[in-house]
Nanobody
Framework: VQLQACGGGLVQAGGTLSLSCAAS????????MGWYRQAPGKQREVVAT???????NYADSVKGRFTISRDNAKNEVYLHMSSLKPEDTAVYYC???????????WGKGTLVTVSS
């Protein structure tokens, strides 16, 4: 599975930004797609995940501000980020994993910078 993410950039605090990620290759099912992030000097952390059935999970720090969605027909996952804060600054990684197996893939990451 190859993952191609795009949509990062620079935004002011309080602004909005959307990320998208397309998966290609052999797409096994069922699977979960998600977004993780890694800020400078910190470990990578989960931001949000979504199953094929639409079940979502969010980190407490982004609940109410970020929305994850996916298009199963296109094998794409999206992250709409609003009310952005400087602490949201990080490299955001798209993730795809097959349920019930060790198959787990990462995109290259896209930088999101929120200025105060």
């Amino acid at each position: 599975v190859q993952l191609q993410a795009c949509g990062g950039g620079l935004v002011q605090a309080g602004g909005t930004l959307s990320l998208s990620c397309a998966a290609s290759g052999t797409i096994w099912r069922p699977n979960v797609m998600g977004w993780y992030r890694q800020a400078p000097g910190k470990q990578r952390e989960v931001v949000a995940t979504i199953s094929e059935g639409g079940t979502t999970n969010y980190a407490d720090s982004v609940k109410g501000r970020f929305t994850i969605s996916r298009d199963n027909a296109k094998n794409e996952v999206y992250l709409h980020m609003s009310s952005l804060k400087p602490e949201d600054t990080a490299v955001y990684y798209c993730n795809w994993r097959r349920l019930g197996s060790s198959a787990n893939y990462w995109g290259k990451g896209t930088l999101v910078t929120v200025s105060s």
